[in-house]
């Protein structure tokens, strides 16, 4: 075979006797007496593949006995069965060029790094087996997202950046500086993508976005981002049912598809990150999801005997340990928890006919909690306007969003998932911050 062949296609597909050329980076180099083993990675796939270069080789003393870890190189060899165990193949080098050196500093030699050193080189961790893997699987989720909507007929919305609305209502948002000279009023980095999601599907009945969102918010754990992704679609004709169903379906479509594709890396996770996590997400897109109002959770919770750091009162939001409690042990499988208190939700969602409570909806799985939020939104526009005003947010700012329910208003509904917190899940990864490739949290915003 002639030609560059990416490695993890090479592996599936070529047969032994072909000539091949391979390029990649050295993950670790061992020089033997009369021979050389380079093991050589593209980043295409999990594997690996080992180039065997001997002494005869041109240019073998002043080149490939001088290669170490981390140099970028180009073999051309012939593709032979390997006699060494856990590799099929590998290259009898013909030619070995050195396309890139290194220095002897290079910092990630053959040993075990923790997640803290990588992250104070995150220019280089993506070179490593995990954030190789992490990135891998992280594309094959952001591929099947969009295949999913796709499918379905929705209709892709690049929403702004910069807003001069808060969805979320809670004030923690980055104020850009200067932005009222050049806007002519205050500007900031949008929490939310949902509201200006509702103006396009209240005109192509169903969209979604899928971008970067920001929250200012001073959280220095290893579930926070002060960047981070958000995947939202929102339909028109759409009650709080039919939004259950589709986040049910968008899960399973997700986690089978990462599953289905992305089998060596998910191997890694289980077998070194994460045991279990394969048939964590295997059960979770194979299993029925359980459905409670809020009252029934806060009435399982409160009987649940166990002590938790956040006493459990009804009217209060859920915190994670209620959640991971109610998706682990009390229901054993994913579930869905509807109808939460007004209170503690934003203003946009439809208030109930109790007057107390909003047709609210999370999905709930293990070792996360919450992984889906969403809710009906607020279609009739003397309720909108009281919420708004109970939330203490300036009518003024919302003249458009109140619009919307003068001049065609219908049910709609919609719900936001996190991508990071996905790949959390599905990679078992610890820290949300080893997830995304350039992590901006509180005191570090490197690149």
């Not at 005869?56 to 290669?67: A, F, I």
Request: glycine share 8%.
């Amino acid at each position: 075979m002639s030609g560059v062949q990416r490695i993890a296609d090479l592996l599936a597909r070529e047969q032994p006797g072909g000539t091949v050329r391979v390029r990649g980076w050295l993950r670790t180099v061992r020089h033997g007496k009369s021979v050389s083993f380079l093991e050589i990675s593209d980043g295409s796939g999990f594997a690996t593949l080992q180039a065997v270069a001997p002494p005869e080789l041109p240019g073998y003393e002043e080149t490939v006995r001088q290669l170490g870890t981390g140099a970028a190189v180009e073999v051309t060899g012939e593709l032979r069965e390997s006699p060494g165990k856990g590799q099929r193949f590998e290259v009898h080098a013909e030619q070995v060029v050195l396309v890139g050196a290194v220095d002897d500093d290079y910092p990630l030699q053959k040993k075990r790094h923790s997640f803290e050193f990588l992250r104070t080189i995150a220019h280089l961790r993506p070179r490593t087996n995990t954030f190789g893997a992490v990135l891998r699987v992280r594309h094959e989720a952001a591929r099947a997202i969009h295949d999913f909507f796709h499918q379905r007929g929705f209709i892709q919305l690049q929403s702004p950046v910069i807003t001069t609305s808060d969805a979320e209502g809670a004030g923690e948002m980055f104020e850009i500086a200067g932005g009222r000279d050049f806007f002519g009023r205050d500007a900031r980095l949008t929490v939310s993508g949902q509201l200006e999601a509702e103006i396009a599907a209240l005109a192509l009945e169903r969209v979604y976005t899928f971008g970067p969102t920001f929250r200012a918010e001073n959280s220095n754990t290893s579930r926070h981002l002060a960047e981070f992704w958000m995947v939202e679609p929102e339909l028109a004709f759409c009650d709080l049912d039919e939004l259950v169903a589709l986040a049910e379906d968008f899960l399973r479509f997700v986690l089978t598809r990462i599953l289905d594709e992305r089998p060596d890396d998910m191997a890694f996770f289980d077998q070194r990150i994460d045991p279990g996590v394969v048939d964590r997400l295997r059960h979770v897109a194979e299993s029925d999801f359980e459905r409670l109002d809020y009252g029934e959770a806060v009435a399982l919770l409160e009987r649940s005997g166990r002590d938790f750091e956040h006493p459990v009162r009804w009217g209060m939001d859920l915190q994670s340990e209620h959640e991971r409690y109610l998706a682990e042990e009390k229901v054993g499988r994913p579930l869905v928890v509807t109808d939460y208190p007004s209170a503690v939700k934003a203003f946009y969602m439809y208030e109930n006919d109790d007057g107390r409570t909003v047709r609210a909806m999370d999905v709930l799985v293990p070792r996360v909690g919450e992984i889906v939020g969403g809710s009906q939104r607020e279609h009739r526009l003397d309720v909108l306007r009281r919420r708004i005003a109970e939330a203490g947010l300036p009518e003024e700012d919302y003249w458009w969003y109140l619009d919307l329910r003068r001049y065609g208003s219908v049910p709609h509904a919609g719900f936001g998932l996190g991508f990071e917190r996905l790949v959390q899940f599905a990679t078992g990864m610890a820290n949300i911050r080893d997830v995304i490739p350039f992590p901006r949290v509180p005191g570090y915003a490197e690149f």
